[in-house]
């Protein structure tokens, strides 16, 4: 089956899947105040047998596997565009069409399209549909997995190719509920880095430390792109007690992991 024919196939197994969402809960044209999210969809997940013709083994992940990092996957149709190099990060551009992403974790294969709709089909073949909240007028450009105590945590940046923000969300192992959402608050989501349950997160003028297991942050700074030009961060990293990402390529944003104060600032 060709590239073309995979995703019109795609499109239509998650429109179908999908069907009646288009006005689901939780697509707010308003951002809601810090820490909190537009509401998950409110229908539960539908687990049904997988009967459909599509060859799930046909579908190639592009999926760069990251030691100690979220996994950031890419689209299909990136695949003939960019670069397979697990050091290349590329993000859309206003030229680049979304597409539904695809990849595969621990035997199970997922699919979110642009829209937020999700599926996951296990090595039973069952399949299970879910979603991810996106503001209105909103579409996932880029997509981050990795999992805590077995549950699915997603990181996803969306665009509407003028202003963009994140989300960090966990959802149940077993039924794919969602358990919480938090938003990460402005455009260029970087790469994540899980230190246990915790997980720093980074976007322009913004580094935060996140409790997976409550969905809030343990500690975060803001407006460094105001007070210091903070505009794009690169891969956190651990050096004893203390937390340390590249900032604009050439600088440190250097905390103390625990209490989150700025050192040698």
Known sequence: ?????????????????????????????????????PSAPQSDPVAETAT???????????????????QFVRPLRQLGVSPR???DFTPYNAGMEPDTFSFLADGQ??????????MRLTAAQTLQRFALSLDTGMHVERLGFTRV??????????????????????????????????RVPGFNVGFALVDGADLYVTCIGFVGKLDLSTGKYSWRHDNLYQTEGFNDFGR???????VEVPANGRRLF????????????
């Open 109 to 118: 294969r997922y699919l979110v399209d642009p829209e937020g709709h999700a």
């Open 52 to 70: 459909s013709a599509v060859d799930w083994r046909a579908i190639t992940a592009d999926t760069i596997v990251i030691t100690h990092y979220t």
């Open 236 to 242: 956190p990293r651990l050096i004893g007690d203390t």
């Open 85 to 87: 190099d697990s050091n």
């Open 149 to 182: 105590q077995g549950d699915p945590v997603f990181l996803y940046q969306q665009t509407d190719n003028e202003g963009a923000s994140g989300f960090v969300a966990r959802f149940d192992a077993i039924t794919l509920h969602p358990k919480w959402a938090v």
């Open 1 to 37: 089956m060709s590239k073309l024919g995979v995703r019109l196939v795609l499109s239509a197994m998650l429109a179908i899947a999908c069907r009646g969402d288009a006005s689901r809960p939780g697509r707010s044209a308003v951002y809601p105040p810090r820490d909190t999210v």
């Open 254 to 265: 250097v905390a103390d992991r625990g209490t989150g104060r700025r050192i040698g600032r």
